[in-house]
């Protein structure tokens, strides 16, 4: 008989999923609060070496608060399921047959014969870390998170808001009149954020071009609404 060599099916699934939720999280905010900050500023003082120090003050606050929410979430998820593994690991000690029948219980829903579900969880039963294992994920539907998950989600997603909150504020360090440097930030900064809307609403699957230009607007709004305020204030 010919043999056959077929290509591994590859899942079109992204990979990255974490590490592009992070960028989004932290790039999200990084264009728009710097924007709307310099904006303000841009209404009430003339001077942009003030709206570059107001706007880099905001940057490492902002990217530090926001990377520490990332890590917050990431051990939250990490105890999360620690706790449910020792919950699990009691219960397969502690309470067997009620681990057995809610095994038997999810082969059964899948549309195994009673014999196959009789079969199956006890060949699972064998392996204590393995039952564990498979009722984390297929009871709780809980997958294992990487251990260093909040370290890299601290650091992507201060990263991405540092990298998002210099394209607003880039002007204003070429440029000593703020309401001359606040025209080209705004073009920069939309065009940047219609960008990011675009890639993010393609990731998460929505209408691209709606998506880019709904981010495009928020940020629009934020900044007019700054700028607006602090105006009024200035007079």
Same mark, same amino acid.
């Given at each position: 008989?010919?043999?056959?060599?077929?290509?591994?099916? #590859?899942?079109?699934?992204?990979?990255?999923?974490?590490?592009? %939720?992070?960028?989004?999280?932290? !790039?999200?905010?990084?264009?728009?609060?710097?924007?709307?900050?310099?904006?303000?500023?841009?209404?009430?003082?003339? $001077?942009?070496?003030?709206?570059?120090? &107001?706007?880099? &003050?905001?940057? &490492?606050?902002? $990217?530090?608060?926001?990377?520490?929410?990332?890590?917050? +979430?990431?051990?939250?998820?990490?105890?999360?399921?620690?706790?449910?593994?020792?919950?699990?690991?009691?219960?397969?000690?502690?309470?067997?047959? @009620?681990?057995?029948?809610?095994? %038997?219980?999810?082969?059964?829903?899948?549309? =195994?014969?009673?014999?196959?579900?009789?079969?199956? *969880?006890?060949?699972?039963?064998?392996? %204590? #870390?393995? /039952?564990?294992?498979?009722? !984390?994920?297929? #009871?709780?539907?809980?997958? %294992?998170?990487?251990?260093?998950?909040?370290?890299?989600?601290?650091?992507?997603?201060?990263?991405?808001?540092?990298?998002?909150?210099?394209?607003?504020?880039?002007?204003?360090?070429?440029?000593?009149?703020?309401?001359?440097? =606040?025209?080209?930030?705004?073009?920069?900064?939309?065009?940047?954020?219609?960008?990011?809307?675009?890639?993010? $609403?393609?990731? *998460?699957?929505?209408?691209? /071009? /709606?998506?880019?230009?709904?981010?495009?607007?928020?940020?629009?709004?934020?900044?007019? +609404?700054?700028?607006?305020?602090?105006?009024?204030?200035? @007079?």
């Amino acid at each position: 008989m010919e043999a056959h060599n077929h290509d591994p099916h #590859e899942e079109s699934h992204l990979r990255s999923s974490d590490f592009l %939720k992070d960028v989004v999280i932290g !790039m999200s905010d990084g264009l728009t609060v710097p924007f709307a900050l310099a904006a303000g500023l841009s209404g009430a003082v003339g $001077s942009s070496s003030i709206v570059v120090i &107001a706007g880099i &003050a905001e940057i &490492a606050a902002g $990217s530090i608060a926001m990377g520490l929410g990332g890590y917050l +979430a990431g051990k939250t998820e990490q105890d999360h399921y620690a706790s449910e593994v020792k919950r699990e690991h009691y219960e397969v000690d502690h309470l067997r047959e @009620r681990e057995i029948a809610e095994t %038997k219980e999810f082969f059964a829903n899948i549309g =195994l014969s009673e014999d196959i579900q009789n079969k199956a *969880t006890e060949e699972i039963a064998k392996d %204590k #870390e393995r /039952w564990v294992d498979f009722m !984390m994920k297929y #009871e709780l539907g809980l997958d %294992k998170p990487d251990p260093k998950r909040a370290t890299k989600s601290a650091l992507n997603i201060g990263l991405s808001y540092i990298a998002g909150g210099i394209i607003p504020l880039s002007p204003y360090f070429f440029m000593d009149v703020s309401s001359e440097a =606040l025209k080209y930030s705004v073009i920069a900064t939309l065009i940047c954020l219609f960008i990011f809307g675009y890639f993010k $609403s393609r990731i *998460t699957g929505v209408n691209a /071009w /709606w998506g880019a230009i709904r981010v495009m607007l928020i940020g629009a709004v934020a900044a007019a +609404a700054a700028f607006g305020v602090a105006s009024l204030f200035e @007079r």
